[in-house]
Nanobody, 123 residues
Framework: QVQLEESGGRLVQAGGSLTLSCTAS????????VGWFRQAPGKDREFVAA????????KYADSVKGRFTISRDHPKSAVLLQMSSLNPADTAIYYC????????????????WGQGTQLTVST
């Protein structure tokens, strides 16, 4: 069983930056693609970004391209989501997911999920 843990979510002002972290203790975490998804109140969960197991192939939602960067820190068994130019539309619970073979944007391709971390962007 792979347990994922997200951290770093908090209240930030519009225009600010923040980095979310996803960690897991299982070795399989470093051998699969990892994705970040988010769910805003009253909305469906949506894809944000994903990275392959090497950390070389990435994929982003159009809404975050140029503002968010996903990366892997293999020694720490972590996947980071660096976010900048945040705006209130980015307010959501951010979930980390693992277990996909490649960086899919389809949440159904991911087998393991974290509990989420809340990001709130104020005006």
């Amino acid at each position: 069983q792979v347990q994922l843990e997200e951290s770093g979510g908090r209240l930030v002002q519009a225009g600010g930056s923040l980095t979310l972290s996803c960690t897991a203790s299982a070795r399989i975490f470093s051998q699969t693609a990892v994705g970040w998804f988010r769910q805003a109140p009253g909305k469906d969960r949506e894809f944000v970004a994903a990275v392959d197991w090497r950390g070389t192939l990435t994929k982003y939602a159009d809404s975050v391209k140029g503002r968010f960067t996903i990366s892997r820190d293999h020694p720490k068994s972590a996947v980071l989501l660096q976010m900048s130019s945040l705006n209130p539309a980015d307010t959501a619970i951010y979930y980390c997911a693992a277990g996909a073979t490649i960086p899919y944007s389809d949440s159904r391709q991911y087998r393991y999920w974290g509990q989420g971390t809340q990001l709130t962007v104020s005006t």
